[in-house]
């Protein structure tokens, strides 16, 4: 049986690791070495065990945590060229750090399959496929502003997908954020709101789906409560039963969220 877990995951900073029994990798790391060692430490998870790092892009609450980390942890950090060239360069991995550049087709993470895919951000930024050792597969994708092929791609035939579910339209535009920031997030390079991943959620579970963790929900501008309920109310206007017929889980801002088994 393989898990996904979520050590956090929201604007402030992001983490989450999957694991096939005492196997595991690292997704991100966007909060202090303390906040993530302490959660991989009440997940039983020895840094030993761990294959290595994905970095999906540079923006700070991806990446703030590495620094410290590997000073203690030497592990080997995967991602696209732009992404590992700019850890580099702005001292944020220790000069040993083991810096590998993922090529875009499926390759070997310890005892994984990671394949690497683009996503639509104002930053170089990708998402991964996991394939994991017991045969399962997971996708997981954020900051993303728009759907494309390369992602719609890599969320088809999976077993569990992690999909960004940042923000309400509505809480967006009534909100305190200046109309530049609104238009950054709202744009094609931006993030994907409530109504995108649930339209996209529905698509999944007719093709097969049943397991679903929201990420990198705003602070600001969404609520999981808020999250969720757009997500049932689509899956619910096409005859969709939540509990029944898929799972759909929230992550958690600042704590571990409940594993997920796929």
């Given at each position: 049986m393989s898990e996904f877990v979520s050590l956090y995951s929201g604007s402030s900073g992001n983490c989450s690791v999957?694991?096939?029994?005492?196997?595991?990798?690292?997704?991100?790391?966007?909060?202090?070495?303390?906040?993530?060692s302490a959660a991989l430490k009440a997940l039983d998870l020895n840094i030993s065990d761990c294959a290595g790092i994905l970095v999906t892009h540079e923006h700070s609450d991806h990446i703030k945590g590495l620094s410290t980390f590997l000073k203690k942890?030497?592990?080997p950090v995967y991602g696209a060229d732009a992404t590992l060239d700019f850890l580099d360069a702005n001292?944020?991995?220790?000069t040993d750090c083991e810096l590998r550049t993922l090529s875009g087709g499926e390759?070997?993470?310890g005892d994984f399959g990671?394949?690497?895919?683009?996503?639509?951000?104002?930053?170089?930024?990708?998402?991964y496929r996991i394939h994991t050792p017991d045969n399962k597969t997971m996708t997981i994708a954020t900051d993303l502003?728009?759907?494309?092929?390369?992602?719609?791609?890599?969320?088809?035939?999976?077993?569990?997908?992690?999909l960004e579910s940042n923000y309400d339209l509505h809480m967006l535009r009534s909100?305190?954020?200046?109309?530049?920031?609104?238009?950054?997030?709202?744009?094609?390079?931006?993030?994907?709101?409530?109504?995108?991943?649930?339209?996209?959620?529905l698509e999944l579970i007719q093709?097969?789906?049943?397991?679903f963790a929201l990420c990198h929900l705003s602070q600001e501008n969404n609520t999981p409560s808020l999250a969720l309920q757009t997500v049932f109310n689509t899956l619910g206007a096409a005859g969709v039963v939540p509990e029944k017929d898929c799972i759909v889980q929230a992550q958690r801002r600042n704590e571990i969220s409940p594993a997920l088994a796929f």
């Open positions: 999957v694991r096939t029994g005492e196997k595991y990798i690292i997704i991100d790391m966007g909060k202090g070495v303390r906040t993530t942890n030497p592990l001292g944020i991995v220790p390759e070997d993470v990671v394949t690497m895919f683009p996503t639509s951000h104002d930053v170089p930024c990708v998402g502003g728009v759907l494309t092929l390369p992602v719609h791609e890599a969320l088809t035939g999976c077993d569990l997908v992690a909100g305190r954020y200046p109309y530049y920031l609104r238009s950054r997030i709202e744009s094609n390079r931006g993030h994907l709101s409530n109504d995108e991943c649930s339209a996209k959620l093709e097969g789906c049943k397991r």
